[in-house]
């Protein structure tokens, strides 16, 4: 089982599950030329998906066209279940910056064969993600603002402000779906601004002020 680091603590979180949102910004949804919509889109990926800073994104043979996909990831700090959203918040152990690297084609052949994206999203190494920031140490959790750059070139800016869903609704509507345990990962959705990167880019996502991930492409 893998495991992320926690910043200034002396032990590791081992990863359960991860779940992932799709089309949890406005504009991202309108770039994908998909739908709205109006309950929480969720897929997941196996832990052995992660990848921690400075290792490098692999492209499986299977695919020509991947995508990244820069996201704000909760990490969940105890066992819950039917959890309501005033008391989501209690289960947030803390905040990293992720990826949902995405092999777009396979995804894009799956959606037009009504078939599970699975392969384009839980290949080895789509899941890279940064130290977990706890939540005292989080000096607002209504402003956490994220970026990420491609070869040092700005290309995705998105905000905690701008989801259609927020951590803690997602964190709710979840639990009474899935029993919530200590280590799951949330990655709460990316927004506009997703695109291709090739073998020798460096792709960096960083939730401003806290942390960092850099991370070079390569190719199987």
Same mark, same amino acid.
């Given at each position: 089982m893998k495991?992320?680091?926690?910043?200034?603590?002396?032990?590791?979180?081992?990863?359960?599950?991860?779940f992932c949102m799709g089309r949890n910004y406005l504009e991202h949804a309108r770039e994908m030329r998909a739908e709205v919509p109006d309950a929480p889109v969720v897929f997941m990926k196996p832990s052995a998906a992660l990848l921690? %800073?400075?290792? %490098?994104?692999?492209?499986?043979?299977?695919?020509?066209?991947?995508?990244?996909? $820069?996201?704000?990831?909760?990490?969940?700090?105890?066992?819950?279940?039917?959890? $309501?959203?005033?008391?989501?918040?209690?289960?947030?152990?803390?905040?990293?910056?992720g990826l949902d690297m995405t092999l777009r084609d396979v995804q894009d052949e799956a959606k037009r064969k009504g078939l599970p994206w699975t392969t384009a999203k839980g290949f080895d190494t789509s899941a890279p993600i940064s130290e977990i920031i706890p939540v005292d140490q989080i000096?607002?959790?209504?402003?956490?603002?994220?970026?990420?750059?491609?070869?040092?070139?700005?290309?995705?800016?998105?905000s905690v402000k701008n989801m259609i869903f927020s951590p803690e609704y997602i964190i709710s509507f979840l639990s009474f779906i899935f029993t919530l345990e200590e280590g799951d990962l949330i990655f709460t959705g990316t927004p506009e601004g997703v695109g291709?990167?090739?073998?020798?880019?460096?792709?960096?996502?960083?939730?401003l002020g806290y942390t960092k991930i850099t991370h070079k492409v390569k190719v199987a």
């Open positions: 495991s992320v680091r926690i910043r200034n603590k002396d032990y590791t979180l081992q990863v359960s599950k991860i921690t %800073d400075g290792e %490098d994104i692999v492209r499986p043979p299977i695919s020509k066209l991947m995508h990244f996909e $820069s996201e704000l990831v909760v990490a969940i700090g105890k066992t819950g279940s039917r959890v $309501s959203p005033i008391k989501a918040r209690e289960y947030i152990l803390g905040y990293g910056i000096i607002n959790k209504q402003e956490l603002d994220f970026e990420c750059r491609v070869n040092s070139v700005p290309r995705q800016r998105g291709e990167v090739n073998e020798g880019d460096i792709v960096e996502a960083e939730l």
